[in-house]
């Protein structure tokens, strides 16, 4: 069913301050950029369903002010009815907070980011979204700083550097906050930056502990076992003997070796352990001068969340040279009565891991197209499927407990890969080599159903482009995702069928979220960017629900 409208309000947000335990507690909020602390965007609530999802409309629309051309890609996080969310960055980071309750603004912030933060912002000027605990609101902003805000009035309560945006760190993920601690990675490893995790103390600022995934030689180095294959056998064609020949001239290539943290971590509190999804090795494409598996890029890795010390790490591509991030969410969930671990790759397989000892459970069917996987690339140019872009990129895929299905959100893009060599220099594009979209050959996208305890894809949907943003499930046996052509969805859960539909006017490339207020449910999700061609309210965030009675 599809809708539109020329309804709009403009607006802004804020809020009710409440303790970390007490928000932690209410099924009816949306606590943090993955909805909870397993990651898994999934909603208990039912009042919104199959039978009547057919009625929604929007209720807000928010906007953020900005137009420019920059995906707009936060996920409003709600407590106690207050919604906060984030701006594109344009040219600064915006941060709002609206009180659902009563349709009023409390209060919004803009952060002002370095310029130099704008030439080293590989893939757009995004924000994912905050964190909220203890009275604060946590935002990274593009040139690398981690603000604490004040939760009921939005002033600046501390702001520490996290990385230098002049060798290439910037931020662009939403914070996790667990216990005492805020959680923060970096973006930047097309610029030769060397990745983290960083763990902040939430009250003053001060760093807690630092875990750098690309270790160095006096923790073990970087090299890894040299493998031949992927851990689960497909070759990856690579010429060892060459590469422990060059080891020695290209000792230090782990000082700029990469393996970035895109995306808001899972959490266990009872293990006190992080699960990490960590990205591309630098330079992306050229492994020549980076010899060896190049540890602990394009895998899932285990931290303990006190110490920062590593538990585990399962590596989906060792010694990658195709950009085929670890870059989704990971999720925490129950299998066959075990705790495991899910992350859909770029690879085009949803991955499910023991959480305990990282040994793989299995991995999916391929939810896009495979065609030559893992064929080194060449001067002349390399066909291999999936892209650079996946398979899943960065959009965060939703676990339904009750189905026991993952839910992804694929790309197909044709690519060749082609080889050639380029110097690292500071806070320079530094990617080795190039992959090239195929001209004339047909881009689009998915959405599918991935059955966990057999790996087989329940159902699976084509659409018109590619995906890119996210999807959550519901209780009430439906999942929500929008597309770049500025179509927002509602699928059943069971079937794929598309239940409802609406324009939003701009692409939605952010991940939906699902709470209550009053009694009511809504479904908000942010649209804008690109595609914006038909309508006037430039960014914003809608929400969405059932129409109130007497409307």
Partial sequence: MRHWTRWCTAAALLGLTAPLAAQWSSAADWLMYGGNYSNNRHSSLNLINTTNVKNLVPRWVFQTGSDQNASLETTPVVINGVMYYTSAVAPNNLVFAFDLKTGKPVWQRELKVASNAFGVACCGRNNRGVAVANGMVYVATLDAHLVALDQATGDVKWDVVVGDPAQGYTETMAPLALDDKVIIGTSGAEYGIRGFVKAYNGATGALAWTWYTIPSPAEGGWWGKWSKTTPEGNDLHRDIAKERADSAKNADAWQHGGGSMWMTPAYDPTTKTLYVSIGNPSPDLDGSIRPGDNLWTESIVAVDAATGKFK??????????????????????MVGGKKVVVEAG?????????????????KSDAFVPQEN???????????????????????????NPDLGYAYTVGLHQPMLYKTHYAPWEAARLWLGSAFVAIPGEAQWGNVS????????????????????????STAGGLVFTGEGNGWFKAYDAKTGTVLWQFYCGAGVNSAPSVFSVGGEEFIAVAAGGNFQLHYPLGDAVFVFGLPKTGM
Avoid: C
């Fill in 346 to 362: 770029k690879t085009g397989w949803v991955y499910v891991l023991d959480a305990t000892t990282g040994k793989l459970v299995r």
């Fill in 312 to 333: 585990w790490g399962y590596q989906e591509v060792p010694h990658d040279v195709w950009d085929l991030d670890a870059v989704s969410p990971p999720v925490i969930a």
């Fill in 449 to 472: 159903a991935i059955d966990l305890s057999t790996g087989k894809i329940a159902w699976q949907v084509k659409t018109e482009q590619p995906m890119m943003g996210g999807i959550t």
């Fill in 373 to 399: 996987m893992f064929a080194q690339p060449t001067p002349e140019g390399t066909r291999m499927l999936p892209g650079a872009n996946g398979g899943e990129e960065w959009s965060p895929i939703a676990v």
